[in-house]
């Protein structure tokens, strides 16, 4: 198996920036406008997701390209780690873990990793799975600015 991993710093209690990740706005935010999940089943948002929860649906790069359909099972919702199984397309292997260390008592160590399949195709993934992971990094630090500006506001 190959791991891609991407760390970064979050101005955001590790409890509060898990709790975020657990919402399907979030997560469709800080993957758009490079990807997003067109599905039927997703949770309404503002609700969480839960262990067990398998979601399906289209990919679409820049929401107009479609891509291949994919699915996420939540695996495992802990208290600062989100673990999910997903496949579609042409990896056959994306198992994805969100990790949130604290650092501070406003701030934490935000860490995604996907474990690829070896296959040719999921070493030919890595450059853009990090990309995407860059993207999704510097969409973190935006849901933090707004829901900063939401605790003060």
């Avoid at 997003?36 to 790069?61: E, H, I, K, Q, Y």
């Avoid at 291949?68 to 695996?75: L, N, S």
């Avoid at 780690?81 to 260390?101: A, D, K, Q």
Wanted: glycine fraction near 6%.
């Amino acid at each position: 198996m190959t791991l891609v991993r991407v760390t970064s710093e979050i101005p955001l209690s590790a409890r509060r920036a898990r709790t975020l990740a657990a919402t399907p706005d979030v997560m469709e935010f800080v993957l758009a406008p490079v990807v997003t999940l067109a599905t039927d089943d997703m949770p309404p948002p503002g609700t969480r997701l839960s262990p067990g929860l398998a979601v399906r649906g289209r990919l679409r790069w820049f929401g107009v390209i479609p891509a291949w359909t994919h699915r996420i099972e939540v695996v495992r919702l802990d208290d600062l780690e989100i673990y999910t199984h997903e496949r579609g397309g042409p990896i056959r292997v994306w198992n994805h873990r969100l990790t949130f260390e604290p650092t501070g008592e406003l701030s934490c160590r935000y860490t995604d990793e996907i474990e690829l399949d070896d296959s040719l195709v999921g070493r030919l993934s890595r450059p853009l799975v990090r990309l995407l992971f860059r993207h999704r990094h510097r969409r973190w630090r935006q849901v933090a600015a707004i829901a900063r500006a939401a605790a003060t506001g």
